[in-house]
């Protein structure tokens, strides 16, 4: 079965064909960042008029490359919640109207159930159940994997995303959106010992909860108190800001995976291309006895192959949505089990 997958929920406008669920046969991503990155965020009416100009080109490109015209596509997976509400509405729209003038079936796809799905684009990927830490700009949850689309929420941020927190710090110190990429590149030659953070959610009573808007108001009075430094001092601020974060997210994942008795993580979402996130869940996992799957950078952003991997088990299981499938700004996971 060839899905045709279709992602707009944020500044990626993006489109990709999967062979059965586990063969990407194109994955096609058109990144706005330039069209927000003097903003220090993404602009929500910019986006949904990038993804308009963006979708068709991106949708050819995607068919050009795997080679399949529509006619030998069997259904489409578009991600239809949650997100910014008008960039979700032109992917959704451009599937529903290929739906209908070609019969083919379709299926929303949570943009979370996507990123929890990129993992099994790889060679190994991991068995169920699993544990996923989630970390995207938007979300940041430990969640029990039992089957596809089975999934369990054990904990979620109580405020901002990891995401939020690394596009937030580097706002701060003026280092343009998105700040991820940015902090972990700077962040190399860094000292993560140079500045205090304080440790979030240390106490047992918080259980799976995790909190990060308090180190971004650390970081605000560290800046308030000293400027933004240059140079050394720069790449030091940033390893310290970045280890806090990390910290918490290992700390927390290695607690989960103890509790829950599993020894498979995999970690998705933008933030699991931090370099020293995968390095210290890594060494965590050596530690404790968990394996560690991360899918390569390009898939824990934002793309279209892992919603056609998460829509093909839809499919398969003989769901269908009707053209009046709606977009969902703000909608949780979904679970079957
Ligand atoms: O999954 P994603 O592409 O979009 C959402 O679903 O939100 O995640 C985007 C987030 C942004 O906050 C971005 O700064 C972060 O992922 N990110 C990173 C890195 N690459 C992207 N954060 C830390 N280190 C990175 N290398
Ligand atoms: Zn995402």
Known sequence: MRVLGIESSCDETAAAVVEDGVRVLSDVVASQHEVHARYGGVVPELASRAHVVNVVPVLRAALERAGTPLEAIDGIAVTNAPGLVGALLVGLQTAKAIAWATGLPIVGVHHLEGHLSAIF?????????????????????????????????????????????????????????????????????????????????????????????????????????????????????CASYQAAIVEQLVRKTRRAARREGLQHVQICGGVAANSALRAALQKAGAEDDFRVYVPPPARCTDNAAMIAAAGHHRLARGERAGLELDAVPSAPLPRLA
């Open 121 to 237: 684009l790889e060679p190994e990927p991991p068995p169920m159940p699993h544990l996923a830490l989630i970390v995207s700009g938007g979300h940041t949850s430990l969640v029990r994997v039992n089957g596809h689309g089975e999934v369990l929420e054990l904990g979620a941020t109580r405020d901002d995303a990891a995401g939020e927190a690394f596009d937030k710090g580097a706002k701060l110190l003026g280092l343009g959106y998105p700040g991820g990429v940015v902090i972990d590149r700077l962040a190399r030659t860094g000292d993560p010992k140079a500045v205090w953070f304080p440790k979030a959610m240390t106490s047992g009573a918080t259980g799976h909860a995790m909190s990060f808007s308090g180190l971004k108001t650390a970081l605000l009075h560290h800046v308030q108190q000293h400027g933004i430094p240059e140079g050394q001092g720069l790449a030091d601020l």
